[in-house]
Protein backbone atom coordinates (compact mmCIF):
# COMPACT_ATOMS: atom_id res chain seq x y z
CA UNK A 1 0.00 0.00 0.00
CA UNK A 2 1.31 2.99 -0.64
CA UNK A 3 2.41 5.60 1.85
CA UNK A 4 -0.32 8.48 0.67
CA UNK A 5 -3.03 5.73 0.58
CA UNK A 6 -2.43 5.10 4.50
CA UNK A 7 -2.19 8.68 5.09
CA UNK A 8 -5.89 9.32 3.76
CA UNK A 9 -6.88 6.23 5.60
CA UNK A 10 -6.02 7.88 9.28
CA UNK A 11 -6.73 10.73 8.08
CA UNK A 12 -10.13 9.51 7.41
CA UNK A 13 -10.27 7.26 10.87
CA UNK A 14 -8.99 10.58 13.04
CA UNK A 15 -11.96 12.27 11.25
CA UNK A 16 -14.28 9.78 12.37
CA UNK A 17 -13.09 9.52 15.42
CA UNK A 18 -13.59 13.48 15.94
CA UNK A 19 -16.99 13.11 14.51
CA UNK A 20 -18.41 10.55 16.70
CA UNK A 21 -15.99 12.52 19.82
CA UNK A 22 -17.87 15.62 19.24
CA UNK A 23 -21.39 13.77 19.42
CA UNK A 24 -21.11 12.00 21.89
CA UNK A 25 -19.56 15.17 23.97
CA UNK A 26 -22.64 16.76 22.43
CA UNK A 27 -25.20 13.72 23.56
CA UNK A 28 -23.72 13.84 27.32
CA UNK A 29 -24.39 18.07 27.45
CA UNK A 30 -27.45 18.71 25.69
CA UNK A 31 -29.50 15.01 25.78
CA UNK A 32 -28.94 12.89 27.97
CA UNK A 33 -31.06 12.30 30.58
CA UNK A 34 -28.79 13.46 33.43
CA UNK A 35 -28.02 16.72 31.51
CA UNK A 36 -30.43 18.57 33.48
CA UNK A 37 -28.17 17.95 36.73
CA UNK A 38 -26.00 20.66 38.32
CA UNK A 39 -22.28 20.06 37.79
CA UNK A 40 -19.30 20.82 35.93
CA UNK A 41 -19.91 20.81 32.44
CA UNK A 42 -16.44 19.21 32.02
CA UNK A 43 -17.28 16.24 34.51
CA UNK A 44 -20.71 16.04 32.05
CA UNK A 45 -18.87 15.46 29.09
CA UNK A 46 -15.87 13.29 30.20
CA UNK A 47 -14.64 10.57 32.38
CA UNK A 48 -11.29 12.12 32.06
CA UNK A 49 -12.42 14.65 35.11
CA UNK A 50 -12.66 12.22 37.44
CA UNK A 51 -9.27 10.26 35.64
CA UNK A 52 -7.21 13.41 36.18
CA UNK A 53 -7.72 13.87 39.65
CA UNK A 54 -7.58 10.29 40.32
CA UNK A 55 -4.40 9.53 38.59
CA UNK A 56 -2.77 12.83 38.03
CA UNK A 57 -3.18 14.62 41.30
CA UNK A 58 -2.66 11.37 43.20
CA UNK A 59 -6.32 10.25 43.79
CA UNK A 60 -8.09 12.77 45.38
CA UNK A 61 -11.51 13.00 43.11
CA UNK A 62 -13.52 12.50 46.85
CA UNK A 63 -12.40 15.65 48.19
CA UNK A 64 -12.46 17.44 44.37
CA UNK A 65 -16.52 16.23 45.26
CA UNK A 66 -17.07 17.20 48.54
CA UNK A 67 -15.70 21.15 46.98
CA UNK A 68 -18.24 20.55 43.60
CA UNK A 69 -20.80 20.23 46.14
CA UNK A 70 -20.06 23.18 47.80
CA UNK A 71 -20.82 25.17 44.48
CA UNK A 72 -23.23 23.03 43.16
CA UNK A 73 -25.69 21.93 45.61
CA UNK A 74 -26.61 18.38 47.68
CA UNK A 75 -26.68 16.34 44.30
CA UNK A 76 -24.13 16.54 41.69
CA UNK A 77 -23.41 14.83 38.18
CA UNK A 78 -19.57 14.02 38.56
CA UNK A 79 -19.33 11.98 35.34
CA UNK A 80 -21.42 11.70 31.90
CA UNK A 81 -23.03 8.74 33.39
CA UNK A 82 -22.59 9.06 37.41
CA UNK A 83 -24.52 11.42 39.83
CA UNK A 84 -23.19 11.99 44.09
CA UNK A 85 -25.13 12.86 46.63
CA UNK A 86 -23.95 14.56 49.83
CA UNK A 87 -27.14 14.44 52.14
CA UNK A 88 -26.60 11.98 54.84
CA UNK A 89 -30.06 11.33 55.64
CA UNK A 90 -30.64 9.94 52.16
CA UNK A 91 -28.41 7.35 52.71
CA UNK A 92 -30.22 4.27 54.19
CA UNK A 93 -32.78 5.39 50.90
CA UNK A 94 -29.58 4.43 48.39
CA UNK A 95 -27.62 1.90 50.42
CA UNK A 96 -31.20 0.49 51.39
CA UNK A 97 -31.25 -3.36 53.00
CA UNK A 98 -33.79 -6.24 51.84
CA UNK A 99 -36.94 -5.97 49.49
CA UNK A 100 -35.46 -3.18 47.38
CA UNK A 101 -33.05 -3.88 44.05
CA UNK A 102 -29.32 -2.32 44.20
CA UNK A 103 -27.21 -3.36 41.85
CA UNK A 104 -23.35 -2.71 41.99
CA UNK A 105 -21.25 -0.88 39.34
CA UNK A 106 -18.76 -2.50 36.92
CA UNK A 107 -16.47 -0.15 37.33
CA UNK A 108 -16.08 -0.44 41.02
CA UNK A 109 -15.42 -3.87 41.14
CA UNK A 110 -11.78 -4.75 41.82
CA UNK A 111 -11.50 -5.92 38.26
CA UNK A 112 -8.39 -7.92 38.70
CA UNK A 113 -10.53 -10.63 40.92
CA UNK A 114 -13.79 -10.38 39.01
CA UNK A 115 -15.63 -14.03 40.72
CA UNK A 116 -15.16 -12.45 44.69
CA UNK A 117 -18.23 -11.58 46.39
CA UNK A 118 -17.64 -8.00 45.73
CA UNK A 119 -17.22 -8.10 42.34
CA UNK A 120 -20.37 -9.95 42.01
CA UNK A 121 -22.93 -7.53 39.53
CA UNK A 122 -25.59 -9.89 39.60
CA UNK A 123 -28.25 -9.26 41.62
CA UNK A 124 -29.35 -13.14 42.85
CA UNK A 125 -25.41 -14.44 42.52
CA UNK A 126 -24.82 -11.91 44.99
CA UNK A 127 -27.35 -12.91 47.19
CA UNK A 128 -26.60 -16.38 47.13
CA UNK A 129 -22.33 -16.06 47.83
CA UNK A 130 -23.41 -13.76 50.78
CA UNK A 131 -25.47 -16.01 52.22
CA UNK A 132 -22.86 -18.91 52.20
CA UNK A 133 -20.28 -16.30 52.92
CA UNK A 134 -22.32 -14.58 55.43
CA UNK A 135 -22.47 -17.50 57.70
CA UNK A 136 -19.20 -16.89 58.76
CA UNK A 137 -19.57 -13.88 59.97
CA UNK A 138 -22.50 -13.92 62.29
CA UNK A 139 -22.76 -12.82 65.97
CA UNK A 140 -22.50 -15.94 66.68
CA UNK A 141 -19.83 -17.46 65.12
CA UNK A 142 -17.85 -14.78 66.02
CA UNK A 143 -18.36 -15.62 69.62
CA UNK A 144 -17.30 -19.33 68.87
CA UNK A 145 -14.41 -17.55 67.09
CA UNK A 146 -13.06 -15.54 70.14
CA UNK A 147 -11.00 -18.39 71.90
CA UNK A 148 -8.77 -18.23 68.20
CA UNK A 149 -8.71 -14.70 68.45
CA UNK A 150 -7.35 -14.41 71.85
CA UNK A 151 -4.89 -16.81 70.94
CA UNK A 152 -3.31 -14.38 68.27
CA UNK A 153 -3.58 -11.51 70.69
CA UNK A 154 -1.31 -13.16 73.03
CA UNK A 155 1.05 -13.89 70.14
CA UNK A 156 0.99 -10.01 68.94
CA UNK A 157 0.93 -9.24 73.16
CA UNK A 158 4.21 -10.80 73.16
CA UNK A 159 5.78 -8.37 70.91
CA UNK A 160 4.30 -5.37 73.32
CA UNK A 161 6.37 -7.25 76.08
CA UNK A 162 9.43 -7.47 74.74
CA UNK A 163 9.70 -3.98 74.49
CA UNK A 164 8.70 -3.04 78.16
CA UNK A 165 11.09 -0.12 79.56
CA UNK A 166 13.54 -0.63 76.24
CA UNK A 167 14.16 1.99 74.16
CA UNK A 168 12.65 0.19 71.14
CA UNK A 169 9.25 1.13 68.98
CA UNK A 170 6.41 -0.55 67.66
CA UNK A 171 4.51 0.76 64.36
CA UNK A 172 1.66 -0.52 64.90
CA UNK A 173 0.12 -0.72 61.26
CA UNK A 174 3.10 -3.06 60.74
CA UNK A 175 1.55 -4.97 64.06
CA UNK A 176 -2.35 -5.05 63.19
CA UNK A 177 -1.47 -6.02 59.88
CA UNK A 178 0.19 -9.12 61.19
CA UNK A 179 -2.48 -9.81 63.84
CA UNK A 180 -5.67 -9.66 61.07
CA UNK A 181 -3.72 -11.42 58.38
CA UNK A 182 -2.84 -14.13 60.43
CA UNK A 183 -6.53 -14.19 62.27
CA UNK A 184 -8.18 -14.27 59.38
CA UNK A 185 -6.16 -16.91 56.96
CA UNK A 186 -6.69 -18.96 59.66
CA UNK A 187 -10.25 -18.72 59.68
CA UNK A 188 -9.90 -19.10 56.11
CA UNK A 189 -8.04 -22.07 55.89
CA UNK A 190 -7.63 -23.87 59.42
CA UNK A 191 -4.98 -22.67 61.76
CA UNK A 192 -2.32 -25.15 60.65
CA UNK A 193 -3.10 -23.05 57.57
CA UNK A 194 -3.09 -19.67 56.71
CA UNK A 195 -0.11 -17.07 57.60
CA UNK A 196 2.07 -17.23 60.65
CA UNK A 197 3.49 -13.76 61.06
CA UNK A 198 3.29 -13.07 64.56
CA UNK A 199 4.97 -16.20 65.63
CA UNK A 200 8.22 -14.63 63.49
CA UNK A 201 10.61 -13.09 66.54
CA UNK A 202 10.41 -9.61 64.44
CA UNK A 203 6.56 -8.35 63.05
CA UNK A 204 7.14 -8.54 59.72
CA UNK A 205 5.75 -5.93 57.44
CA UNK A 206 5.15 -8.20 54.47
CA UNK A 207 1.40 -7.96 54.80
CA UNK A 208 1.38 -4.11 55.04
CA UNK A 209 3.85 -3.73 51.78
CA UNK A 210 1.60 -6.41 50.13
CA UNK A 211 -1.74 -4.07 50.77
CA UNK A 212 -0.64 -1.51 50.66
CA UNK A 213 0.56 -1.81 47.22
CA UNK A 214 -2.49 -3.44 46.29
CA UNK A 215 -4.57 -0.72 46.77
CA UNK A 216 -1.87 2.05 45.56
CA UNK A 217 -2.55 -0.16 41.95
CA UNK A 218 -6.27 -0.48 42.68
CA UNK A 219 -6.27 3.17 41.71
CA UNK A 220 -4.47 3.01 38.73
CA UNK A 221 -6.20 -0.25 37.38
CA UNK A 222 -9.98 1.16 37.95
CA UNK A 223 -8.62 3.64 35.15
CA UNK A 224 -5.94 1.51 33.20
CA UNK A 225 -6.89 -2.33 33.20
CA UNK A 226 -5.17 -3.55 30.47
CA UNK A 227 -2.49 -2.89 32.44
CA UNK A 228 -3.49 -6.00 34.73
CA UNK A 229 -3.85 -7.86 31.96
CA UNK A 230 -0.65 -7.07 30.81
CA UNK A 231 1.09 -7.59 34.50
CA UNK A 232 -0.66 -11.08 34.45
CA UNK A 233 0.36 -12.53 31.26
CA UNK A 234 3.93 -11.00 31.53
CA UNK A 235 4.95 -11.04 35.45
CA UNK A 236 8.14 -11.60 34.73
CA UNK A 237 8.13 -8.14 33.00
CA UNK A 238 6.15 -6.32 34.91
CA UNK A 239 7.82 -6.51 38.37
CA UNK A 240 11.30 -5.62 36.27
CA UNK A 241 9.25 -2.27 34.91
CA UNK A 242 7.47 -1.81 38.44
CA UNK A 243 9.28 -4.03 41.66
CA UNK A 244 6.38 -2.90 43.71
CA UNK A 245 4.72 -5.80 41.38
CA UNK A 246 6.17 -8.73 43.17
CA UNK A 247 4.36 -7.78 46.51
CA UNK A 248 1.13 -8.21 44.85
CA UNK A 249 1.93 -11.51 43.20
CA UNK A 250 3.18 -12.82 46.34
CA UNK A 251 -0.19 -11.92 47.65
CA UNK A 252 -2.20 -13.53 45.30
CA UNK A 253 0.14 -16.55 44.55
CA UNK A 254 0.07 -17.84 48.75
CA UNK A 255 -3.53 -17.14 49.01
CA UNK A 256 -4.35 -18.87 45.89
CA UNK A 257 -2.25 -22.02 46.75
CA UNK A 258 -4.00 -22.08 50.10
CA UNK A 259 -7.15 -22.26 48.21
CA UNK A 260 -5.73 -25.38 46.03
CA UNK A 261 -4.42 -27.13 49.23
CA UNK A 262 -8.39 -26.69 50.94
CA UNK A 263 -9.54 -28.13 47.84
CA UNK A 264 -6.71 -30.83 47.63
CA UNK A 265 -7.32 -31.50 50.50
CA UNK A 266 -11.60 -32.04 50.14
CA UNK A 267 -10.73 -34.17 47.67
CA UNK A 268 -8.24 -36.45 49.44
CA UNK A 269 -11.01 -36.66 52.09
CA UNK A 270 -14.06 -37.41 49.93
CA UNK A 271 -12.16 -40.51 47.91
CA UNK A 272 -10.82 -41.31 51.06
CA UNK A 273 -14.23 -41.49 53.13
CA UNK A 274 -15.79 -42.74 50.26
CA UNK A 275 -13.22 -45.93 49.93
CA UNK A 276 -12.78 -46.14 53.52
CA UNK A 277 -16.52 -44.83 55.89
CA UNK A 278 -14.54 -44.81 58.79
CA UNK A 279 -11.02 -43.45 58.21
CA UNK A 280 -11.58 -39.42 58.30
CA UNK A 281 -7.74 -38.70 59.40
CA UNK A 282 -7.10 -36.76 56.80
CA UNK A 283 -10.23 -34.18 57.47
CA UNK A 284 -9.54 -30.34 57.30
CA UNK A 285 -12.78 -29.74 59.30
CA UNK A 286 -14.34 -32.23 61.87
CA UNK A 287 -18.22 -32.23 62.94
CA UNK A 288 -17.23 -30.92 66.13
CA UNK A 289 -14.79 -28.37 65.49
CA UNK A 290 -16.55 -25.10 66.88
CA UNK A 291 -15.32 -22.85 64.54
CA UNK A 292 -14.88 -24.88 61.35
CA UNK A 293 -12.75 -23.03 58.78
CA UNK A 294 -14.29 -20.94 56.49
CA UNK A 295 -13.27 -22.23 52.83
CA UNK A 296 -12.90 -26.05 53.64
CA UNK A 297 -16.68 -26.05 54.81
CA UNK A 298 -17.68 -23.99 52.01
CA UNK A 299 -16.28 -27.73 49.88
CA UNK A 300 -18.11 -29.73 52.40
CA UNK A 301 -21.14 -27.91 52.07
CA UNK A 302 -23.33 -29.64 49.84
CA UNK A 303 -25.86 -27.13 49.49
CA UNK A 304 -23.24 -24.50 47.14
CA UNK A 305 -23.49 -25.28 44.00
CA UNK A 306 -20.41 -27.14 42.22
CA UNK A 307 -19.31 -24.45 40.36
CA UNK A 308 -18.97 -22.14 43.23
CA UNK A 309 -16.15 -24.41 44.62
CA UNK A 310 -13.88 -24.54 41.76
CA UNK A 311 -10.67 -22.95 42.52
CA UNK A 312 -10.54 -19.96 40.28
CA UNK A 313 -13.71 -18.84 41.96
CA UNK A 314 -12.61 -19.52 45.36
CA UNK A 315 -8.98 -18.26 44.59
CA UNK A 316 -10.59 -15.11 43.63
CA UNK A 317 -13.20 -14.48 46.79
CA UNK A 318 -10.28 -15.49 49.20
CA UNK A 319 -7.97 -13.02 47.83
CA UNK A 320 -10.93 -9.63 48.14
CA UNK A 321 -11.86 -11.32 51.72
CA UNK A 322 -7.88 -11.31 52.77
CA UNK A 323 -7.94 -7.65 51.18
CA UNK A 324 -11.20 -6.40 52.96
CA UNK A 325 -10.35 -8.20 55.91
CA UNK A 326 -7.26 -6.90 56.95
CA UNK A 327 -6.56 -3.31 56.14
CA UNK A 328 -9.52 -1.41 56.73
CA UNK A 329 -9.39 -3.40 60.13
CA UNK A 330 -5.53 -2.88 60.91
CA UNK A 331 -5.51 0.75 60.17
CA UNK A 332 -8.94 1.17 62.26
CA UNK A 333 -6.82 -0.04 65.16
CA UNK A 334 -3.97 1.92 64.52
CA UNK A 335 -6.13 5.50 63.91
CA UNK A 336 -8.18 4.54 67.08
CA UNK A 337 -4.96 3.96 68.80
CA UNK A 338 -3.16 7.24 68.03
CA UNK A 339 -6.52 9.29 68.84
CA UNK A 340 -6.46 7.31 72.51
CA UNK A 341 -2.60 7.95 72.58
CA UNK A 342 -2.64 11.75 71.37
CA UNK A 343 -5.56 12.85 73.91
CA UNK A 344 -4.53 12.57 77.22
CA UNK A 345 -8.15 13.05 78.96
CA UNK A 346 -9.25 9.80 76.71
CA UNK A 347 -6.57 7.92 77.86
CA UNK A 348 -7.09 8.63 81.22
CA UNK A 349 -10.53 7.74 81.50
CA UNK A 350 -10.28 4.63 79.34
CA UNK A 351 -7.56 3.29 82.04
CA UNK A 352 -9.99 3.71 84.30
CA UNK A 353 -12.71 1.88 82.83
CA UNK A 354 -10.75 -0.71 82.06
CA UNK A 355 -8.89 -0.98 85.60
CA UNK A 356 -11.86 -0.67 87.51
CA UNK A 357 -14.05 -3.44 85.45
CA UNK A 358 -10.89 -5.60 84.69
CA UNK A 359 -9.33 -5.75 88.61
CA UNK A 360 -7.14 -8.89 87.84
CA UNK A 361 -5.34 -7.80 84.83
CA UNK A 362 -4.37 -11.42 83.78
CA UNK A 363 -8.63 -11.82 83.24
CA UNK A 364 -9.91 -10.18 80.24
CA UNK A 365 -13.56 -10.71 80.27
CA UNK A 366 -15.41 -12.18 77.51
CA UNK A 367 -16.16 -10.21 74.38
CA UNK A 368 -19.40 -9.58 75.73
CA UNK A 369 -18.82 -8.38 78.53
CA UNK A 370 -16.33 -5.72 77.06
CA UNK A 371 -19.30 -4.52 74.59
CA UNK A 372 -20.85 -3.35 77.83
CA UNK A 373 -18.34 -1.05 78.58
CA UNK A 374 -19.74 2.44 77.66
CA UNK A 375 -16.39 4.32 77.11
CA UNK A 376 -14.63 1.74 75.46
CA UNK A 377 -17.75 1.26 73.04
CA UNK A 378 -17.82 5.04 72.83
CA UNK A 379 -13.57 5.43 72.12
CA UNK A 380 -14.36 2.06 69.57
CA UNK A 381 -17.55 3.76 67.72
CA UNK A 382 -15.60 7.03 67.66
CA UNK A 383 -12.21 5.69 66.27
CA UNK A 384 -14.33 4.01 63.25
CA UNK A 385 -15.70 7.48 62.28
CA UNK A 386 -12.66 9.42 62.71
CA UNK A 387 -10.51 7.12 61.18
CA UNK A 388 -13.40 7.03 58.11
CA UNK A 389 -11.18 4.49 55.99
CA UNK A 390 -12.68 4.28 53.35
CA UNK A 391 -12.91 7.19 51.11
CA UNK A 392 -13.97 5.65 48.09
CA UNK A 393 -17.54 6.52 46.81
CA UNK A 394 -19.87 3.39 46.01
CA UNK A 395 -22.12 3.76 43.10
CA UNK A 396 -25.49 1.84 43.42
CA UNK A 397 -27.73 1.20 40.53
CA UNK A 398 -31.38 0.81 41.25
CA UNK A 399 -32.36 -0.99 37.60
CA UNK A 400 -36.26 -0.83 37.69
CA UNK A 401 -36.91 1.95 40.30
CA UNK A 402 -36.98 5.67 39.57
CA UNK A 403 -34.90 6.86 42.78
CA UNK A 404 -36.22 10.86 43.77
CA UNK A 405 -34.44 13.10 45.62
CA UNK A 406 -35.63 16.29 46.85
CA UNK A 407 -37.93 17.52 43.71
CA UNK A 408 -35.54 15.63 41.54
CA UNK A 409 -36.21 12.27 39.52
CA UNK A 410 -33.09 10.03 38.82
CA UNK A 411 -33.42 7.40 36.07
CA UNK A 412 -33.37 3.65 36.83
CA UNK A 413 -30.07 2.41 35.85
CA UNK A 414 -28.45 5.55 36.84
CA UNK A 415 -25.40 4.90 38.96
CA UNK A 416 -26.02 6.74 42.13
CA UNK A 417 -23.33 7.48 44.66
CA UNK A 418 -22.51 8.81 47.94
CA UNK A 419 -19.16 8.96 50.20
CA UNK A 420 -18.91 7.52 53.90
CA UNK A 421 -16.04 9.97 54.56
CA UNK A 422 -18.12 13.08 54.29
CA UNK A 423 -21.35 11.82 55.94
CA UNK A 424 -18.45 10.65 59.03
CA UNK A 425 -17.47 14.34 59.30
CA UNK A 426 -20.62 16.39 58.52
CA UNK A 427 -20.47 19.33 61.32
CA UNK A 428 -24.19 19.25 61.77
CA UNK A 429 -24.06 15.64 62.91
CA UNK A 430 -21.06 15.64 64.31
CA UNK A 431 -20.10 18.18 65.80
CA UNK A 432 -16.01 19.84 65.67
CA UNK A 433 -16.05 16.76 63.23
CA UNK A 434 -12.05 16.37 63.09
CA UNK A 435 -11.58 15.86 66.94
CA UNK A 436 -11.46 12.81 68.81
CA UNK A 437 -14.44 13.05 71.29
CA UNK A 438 -15.86 9.32 72.10
CA UNK A 439 -18.09 11.26 74.53
CA UNK A 440 -20.31 12.61 71.47
CA UNK A 441 -21.83 8.75 72.02
CA UNK A 442 -22.10 8.96 75.46
CA UNK A 443 -25.89 9.82 74.82
CA UNK A 444 -29.51 7.88 76.02
CA UNK A 445 -30.51 5.61 74.83
CA UNK A 446 -33.04 7.25 72.11
CA UNK A 447 -30.13 9.95 70.89
CA UNK A 448 -27.64 6.83 70.32
CA UNK A 449 -29.85 4.87 68.07
CA UNK A 450 -30.50 8.40 66.02
CA UNK A 451 -26.63 8.74 66.12
CA UNK A 452 -25.69 6.01 65.42
CA UNK A 453 -27.88 5.94 61.91
CA UNK A 454 -24.85 7.57 60.77
CA UNK A 455 -21.70 5.89 61.56
CA UNK A 456 -21.59 4.35 58.54
CA UNK A 457 -17.82 3.78 57.84
CA UNK A 458 -18.57 -0.02 56.64
CA UNK A 459 -21.83 1.00 53.97
CA UNK A 460 -24.65 -0.44 55.13
CA UNK A 461 -27.79 -2.49 53.22
CA UNK A 462 -27.91 -5.58 51.46
CA UNK A 463 -24.57 -5.02 49.72
CA UNK A 464 -22.16 -4.01 53.00
CA UNK A 465 -20.00 -4.98 54.71
CA UNK A 466 -19.30 -8.47 55.90
CA UNK A 467 -17.11 -8.38 58.55
CA UNK A 468 -18.61 -6.26 61.24
CA UNK A 469 -19.01 -8.49 64.10
CA UNK A 470 -15.32 -9.40 63.46
CA UNK A 471 -14.11 -5.93 63.21
CA UNK A 472 -16.10 -5.34 66.44
CA UNK A 473 -14.54 -8.14 68.04
CA UNK A 474 -11.54 -7.73 66.95
CA UNK A 475 -11.18 -4.04 68.75
CA UNK A 476 -12.96 -4.37 71.83
CA UNK A 477 -10.37 -7.26 73.28
CA UNK A 478 -7.08 -5.55 71.67
CA UNK A 479 -7.83 -2.53 72.85
CA UNK A 480 -9.06 -3.49 76.35
CA UNK A 481 -6.14 -5.72 76.37
CA UNK A 482 -3.24 -3.85 75.52
CA UNK A 483 -4.17 -0.81 77.33
CA UNK A 484 -5.58 -2.93 80.22
CA UNK A 485 -2.10 -4.20 80.22
CA UNK A 486 0.48 -1.56 79.12
CA UNK A 487 1.59 1.57 79.52
CA UNK A 488 1.98 2.85 76.08
CA UNK A 489 3.00 6.22 74.15
CA UNK A 490 3.24 7.90 71.19
CA UNK A 491 6.48 7.85 69.24
CA UNK A 492 7.96 10.16 66.91
CA UNK A 493 3.88 10.14 65.52
CA UNK A 494 1.91 13.45 64.40
CA UNK A 495 -1.68 13.91 63.30
CA UNK A 496 0.08 13.56 59.64
CA UNK A 497 0.57 10.33 60.42
CA UNK A 498 -2.96 9.09 60.06
CA UNK A 499 -3.86 11.95 57.99
CA UNK A 500 -5.64 10.52 54.78
CA UNK A 501 -5.07 12.68 51.71
CA UNK A 502 -5.13 10.46 48.63
CA UNK A 503 -8.18 7.53 47.61
CA UNK A 504 -7.05 4.67 46.85
CA UNK A 505 -10.47 3.23 48.11
CA UNK A 506 -9.15 2.54 51.18
CA UNK A 507 -7.77 6.04 52.38
CA UNK A 508 -4.30 6.51 52.23
CA UNK A 509 -1.80 9.14 54.23
CA UNK A 510 0.57 10.68 52.22
CA UNK A 511 3.02 8.50 50.98
CA UNK A 512 5.26 6.68 53.51
CA UNK A 513 3.19 8.19 56.05
CA UNK A 514 0.81 5.47 57.17
CA UNK A 515 3.68 4.72 60.93
CA UNK A 516 1.95 5.20 63.91
CA UNK A 517 4.99 4.23 66.30
CA UNK A 518 4.49 3.18 69.75
CA UNK A 519 6.86 2.53 72.81
CA UNK A 520 6.00 0.19 75.33
CA UNK A 521 6.54 2.29 78.56
CA UNK A 522 5.36 0.08 81.31
CA UNK A 523 2.95 -2.59 82.43
CA UNK A 524 -0.44 -2.19 84.21
CA UNK A 525 -0.96 -3.03 87.84
C1 LIG B 1 -12.93 -1.03 59.98
C2 LIG B 1 -13.21 -2.17 59.39
C3 LIG B 1 -13.92 -2.30 58.08
C4 LIG B 1 -14.43 -1.34 57.24
C5 LIG B 1 -14.38 0.18 57.44
C6 LIG B 1 -15.01 -2.02 56.11
C7 LIG B 1 -15.63 -1.39 55.05
C8 LIG B 1 -16.22 -2.04 53.99
C9 LIG B 1 -16.90 -1.37 52.91
C10 LIG B 1 -17.11 0.12 52.77
C11 LIG B 1 -17.33 -2.33 52.06
C12 LIG B 1 -18.06 -2.11 50.74
C13 LIG B 1 -19.53 -2.26 50.98
C14 LIG B 1 -20.38 -1.78 49.85
O1 LIG B 1 -20.07 -2.02 48.67
O2 LIG B 1 -21.40 -1.16 50.16
C15 LIG B 1 -16.92 -3.60 52.60
C16 LIG B 1 -17.21 -4.81 52.01
C17 LIG B 1 -16.82 -6.02 52.53
N1 LIG B 1 -16.12 -6.23 53.69
FE1 LIG B 1 -15.58 -4.81 55.02
N2 LIG B 1 -14.84 -3.36 56.27
C18 LIG B 1 -14.19 -3.58 57.45
C19 LIG B 1 -13.83 -4.80 57.99
C20 LIG B 1 -14.07 -6.01 57.40
C21 LIG B 1 -13.69 -7.27 57.97
C22 LIG B 1 -13.00 -7.47 59.31
C23 LIG B 1 -14.07 -8.23 57.08
C24 LIG B 1 -13.92 -9.73 57.15
C25 LIG B 1 -13.18 -10.35 58.00
C26 LIG B 1 -14.71 -7.57 55.95
C27 LIG B 1 -15.25 -8.20 54.86
C28 LIG B 1 -15.93 -7.57 53.84
C29 LIG B 1 -16.57 -8.28 52.74
C30 LIG B 1 -16.60 -9.78 52.51
C31 LIG B 1 -17.14 -7.30 51.92
C32 LIG B 1 -17.91 -7.52 50.61
C33 LIG B 1 -19.39 -7.59 50.92
C34 LIG B 1 -20.23 -7.82 49.68
O3 LIG B 1 -19.83 -7.45 48.59
O4 LIG B 1 -21.31 -8.38 49.86
N3 LIG B 1 -14.67 -6.23 56.19
N4 LIG B 1 -16.26 -3.41 53.78
Same mark, same amino acid.
Given at each position: MELSMIGTILLDLSLVGLVYAAALIFYRLYLSPLARFPGPRLAAATGLYEVYYQLIKGGIFTWQINRLHDQYGPIIRIKPDELHIRDPDYYATLYSGPGTHRNKEAGFSFIAFPQSIFSTEDHALHRDRRRVLGQFFKKNAILRLEPAIRANIALLEKHFASLVD??? !???? *????? !????????????????????????? =?????? @?????MFEFCRVNRHLPFLVV???????????? !? %?????? @?????????????????????????????????????? %???????????? =??DPSVPPGEKDSPRLEDDAIFLMMAGTDAPSQALAI????? @?????? *? *????????? *?? %???RCIPALESLEQLPFLSATIKEGLRLSSIVTTRLPRIAPHETLRYQHWEIPAGTPVSMSTYFILRDPTIFPDPTSFRPDRWLLAEEDALRLQRYLVPASKGTLGCLGQNMNSAWMHLVLATLFRRYELALHDTTAANVEMTRDNFIGQTAVGANNVRVRVVGVGN
Open positions: TQG !CLEL *HTAFQ !CFTSDTLSQYCFGRQQGFHYLEQPE =LSPTWK @LRINWLARRWPAMAQRF !C %PPFAYI @LGMEQDVRSFVRHAIHQHKTQTSTVSASKTDTTTTTTT %PNDPTPPIYPSI =LATMFHI @LHNAEV *H *HRLKAELLA *HI %PDM
